[in-house]
């Protein structure tokens, strides 16, 4: 098995533009390391220049900073750009799949990047710290600068789950929002009387007088 790993910056901005705020999830965890290059290794590398598509496959795994995404496969698909330059051909197609690089993935003028979407699919799970987010598919809309993950979405951070059909994420409002098929969104969070978040990734809130917390005097 043959691991393919790139580092492309011009692929962390498609992934991750500048917001002004958080959000309460792990997939918030892309714009927050949006300075950090990403590191994608993978089982192999398909490219099909006339679909301007490119696949990895085979325990995919994103890592950005401290965010990292893992799914079964991830499909990139790009727009063509006459900076591009395609690799010379290589002796075998292993060697290609470990070393090629994202045909157009590199910024073009005003350092734009060429890439248009991501799909991330099968099992899904992004983590930053001790947030996580599962779901079967996520697609990052680089143009709208919009994640959406989908299929028995999961948010969680300790002990508070939070459950639905769909997470969405505006990266560069930082409003996220989950919504359900059946109309009704669940959630299990855990008391906040031990200092703990009351909702995935929201702020700690002080521990009660009394209960030995950082407030008591010295």
Not at 70 to 81: A, G, Q, R, W
Not at 93 to 105: G, H, N
Request: proline share 7%; charged share 20%.
């Amino acid at each position: 098995m043959v691991a393919c790993v790139l580092t492309m910056i011009a692929l962390g901005e498609a992934l991750a533009q500048k917001t002004d705020r958080g959000v309460p999830n792990a997939v918030q965890g892309f714009a927050q390391n949006r300075d950090q290059p990403i590191q994608i290794e993978a089982a192999t590398l398909e490219m099909r220049d006339k679909k301007k598509e490119a696949t990895f496959a085979g325990n995919v795994k994103v890592v950005q900073g401290d965010t990292t995404m893992t799914s079964k496969s991830l499909v990139v698909f790009y727009d063509s750009t006459s900076a591009a330059a395609a690799p010379a051909p290589a002796a075998n197609s292993k060697a290609v799949a470990k070393s090629a690089p994202i045909p157009a993935a590199s910024p073009g003028p005003g350092g734009s990047s060429s890439i248009r979407r991501l799909e991330a699919r099968g099992n899904v799970r992004v983590t930053q710290k001790d947030q996580i987010v599962t779901g079967e598919t996520a697609v990052f809309d680089t143009k709208a600068n919009m994640v959406t993950m989908v299929g028995g979405v999961v948010l969680s951070q300790g002990g508070n789950v939070l459950r639905g059909d769909r997470l969405m994420v505006d990266m560069t409002t930082g409003v996220s929002r989950v919504e359900s098929d059946s109309g009704r969104v669940q959630g299990l969070f855990q008391s906040s009387g031990q200092g703990g978040p009351a909702i995935p990734g929201g702020p700690p809130t002080a521990p009660p007088p009394g209960s030995g917390g950082s407030n008591k005097p010295k």
